[in-house]
């Protein structure tokens, strides 16, 4: 993945988001450290909708002494650069996706399972618009997250249901 503009914390154009971090923490006279930058990879790596708590459990099989904090604290450095977003989903923990990048998305999010599934609709996002402008409002961003059962789960549970 690669930056293709500017971010919000000034992220250099061209630059890997890791490069970008580093740029970053740079800018503001921050500490750079290897377990920074392990931090960031496995992020990048993970593929979005990871907890703190799942990237220490990566980190750390590369480095046991990453710490809960220095996780904590690498995951705010690349929300506040622009790097990734973080994320509520309604079960009390925190999920971090990349965000530069990315081209906006929505989100199915299962209650049972937990599994989230990303999708784009055009005619979602046109009616929303138009929703906008016939109340004279200006959409600056938005968040769609639909709550269900998954197939999988509505399945398992169905066969739990025979007799």
Known sequence: ?????????????????????????EERGLKHSR???????AFFESGGHVTVEQLVERC????PRVSVATVYRTM???????????RQ??????????????????????TVCGDIVEFAN????????????????????????LYGRCARCRTARAEEARP
């Open 1 to 25: 993945m690669r930056i293709g503009s500017k971010g919000r914390g000034g992220a250099a154009v061209g630059a890997t988001p890791v490069a970008a971090l580093g740029a970053y923490i």
């Open 35 to 41: 377990q920074r930058e392990l931090i960031a990879q």
């Open 60 to 63: 750390r099989r590369a480095d």
């Open 76 to 86: 705010k450095l690349l929300a506040e650069c622009g790097l990734a977003s973080a």
């Open 89 to 110: 989903f309604g079960d009390g923990q925190t999920r971090y996706e990349p965000a530069a990048g990315r081209a906006h998305h929505d989100h199915l999010i299962c």
């Open 122 to 145: 055009d005619r979602i996002e046109a009616l929303q618009e138009s929703i906008a402008r016939r109340h004279g409002f200006e959409v600056e961003s938005h968040r769609l997250e």
